[in-house]
């Protein structure tokens, strides 16, 4: 699961960050189902082993604030870039599943940066760290000096408010689709996933209280919507933080680096296990309990760092060094995972893991940062796309589904036809427009309604 001088009011949110593949088709992905009866033309792809490389006015200084009040205990103006950054993300995780459509329209054109592409799930983990660390930075002072139940039931109220309607709508409306592929079609396929998820009255519980995760090993087959199993996961560090942030105030006072080698530990094990059990990737069981722990856990300690960090012209001129270091670090990871060979040690959905404890570092030093990326990524277009970046991760997948079903259905939309090539790029402007108007018409009036009453 304020806005004085162009500065966010809101929460930060995961994919959520919350706080805030006819023959053609069989080759661009390795895996489809052949639908019964149909020959051996008939193809629905499936998304490619996820991992393996393919074939989102700047504010004045002054407003860019990281610290809280202690004796107030008042949410603070959201970190600008940190929602520029949120955006980044979710258009990362956008064109990852562009690349699972049929044809090599898209795969022409991204090819510079294909490798980037075929990095995607590693957009997931970014907002697993960015929403623990936004979330102890709005509720260490509020939560974490004693329990509370009243507090308690605030957050978890806040967190509901702020990712459950918009979730509810996309699960029921493409929960609604799937049902009618079952019905209306001939070949028992409801989702573009293996295995495929449950429509019965059990299923659609727990997708609607957002548990469909919590006793899954793997992520397909899972949700509706397959992005949405980061939402049940995050649902899960929700009703954790409450303990967790008891814990994080205790610890608050530790020596720095101590406190920012256990940041980096923490982000640690998904990279750290997939690589011991050697083809596990992103679908390996229970990486995502990993991803989601860690993670978290991980955003927790890092502000627990940038809270104490001094804030002087050098602090923030190396933390802009650093900045640009970790990124130049991530890309270099994402190149060389899309260099494995088959016959590699270490395949390329395991790879891309290494990079994952870069990430606390990368968003410990862009809350201190200055210089053009962060007034970039603080800028006012960045700041929009950062707040309709969970929209645009929950319904861009529904999109691209439809699409898919349509170009194995429509003989004028087959792969690498001229009238594929044109819908592809719709595909994506789509997803931000009516991730914007989501936004506008669903999310948010959802959000203040729940919070009012």
Not at 226 to 245: D, I, K, N, R
Not at 265 to 288: I, K, R
């Amino acid at each position: 699961m304020a806005e004085p001088a162009r500065v966010s009011t809101l929460r930060t949110t995961p994919l959520v960050a919350v706080p805030l593949s006819s023959g053609e088709a069989l080759a661009a992905s390795p895996v489809g189902f052949r639908t019964p009866g149909a020959g051996s033309g008939t193809v629905l792809p499936l998304p490619r082993t996820r991992g393996t490389s393919p074939t989102p006015a700047v504010a004045p200084p002054a407003e860019r604030r990281t610290g809280t009040d202690p004796a107030s205990g008042s949410r603070p103006a959201d970190i600008a870039q940190l929602t520029g950054l949120r955006f980044v993300a979710a258009v990362w995780v956008l064109l990852l599943h562009a690349s699972y459509i049929p044809g090599d329209v898209f795969a022409r054109w991204t090819a510079p940066i294909a490798p980037l592409v075929a990095a995607g799930p590693l957009g997931v983990d970014l907002f697993f760290v960015l929403s623990g660390l936004v979330l102890t930075r709005s509720y260490l002072a509020r939560m974490g000096s004693r329990p509370s139940v009243g507090g308690t039931a605030r957050f978890l109220r806040a967190r509901i408010a702020r990712v459950w309607p918009l979730y509810a709508v996309v699960t029921v409306a493409f929960g609604a689709w799937c049902a009618a592929r079952l019905v209306f079609g001939s070949d028992g396929i409801v989702a573009w996933q293996n295995p495929q998820p449950s429509l019965g009255p059990l299923g659609w519980i727990r997708q609607l209280t957002m548990t469909q995760m919590w006793t899954s090993s793997g992520i397909e087959g899972v949700s509706f919507v397959l992005p949405a199993w980061s939402v049940s996961a995050e649902w899960l560090a929700y009703l954790c933080f409450p303990l967790l942030v008891l814990a994080a105030w205790r610890i608050r006072s530790w020596p720095l680096p101590v406190l920012a080698v256990l940041a980096v530990l923490a982000a640690s094990p998904v990279a750290v296990v997939p690589v011991v059990t050697a083809g596990a990737g992103e679908s390996g069981a229970w990486v995502w309990l990993l991803r989601i722990g860690g993670g978290f856990t991980s955003g927790m300690l890092t502000w627990l760092v940038v809270e104490r960090l001094p804030r002087t012209p050098r602090v923030e001129q190396w933390a802009g060094r650093l900045v640009l270091l970790v990124l130049a670090e991530t890309v270099l990871v994402a190149y060389w995972a899309a260099s494995a060979p088959a016959s590699a040690a270490i395949p390329a959905a395991d790879r891309l893991w290494l990079a994952v404890p870069l990430f606390p570092v990368l968003l410990g030093a862009l809350c201190v940062a200055r210089g053009r990326l962060v007034d970039w990524l603080a800028s006012p277009r960045l700041q929009h796309g950062g707040r309709i970046s969970y929209a645009i991760y929950l319904v861009h997948f529904p999109l691209i589904e439809i699409t898919v079903v349509a170009m194995t259905r429509f003989p004028a939309l087959a792969p690498n036809s001229s009238l594929a090539a044109l819908v592809v790029p719709h595909v994506l402007v789509a997803s931000v427009l009516v991730a914007h108007l989501a936004y506008r018409w669903i999310e948010e009036p959802a959000r203040r309604r729940l919070m009012r009453s």
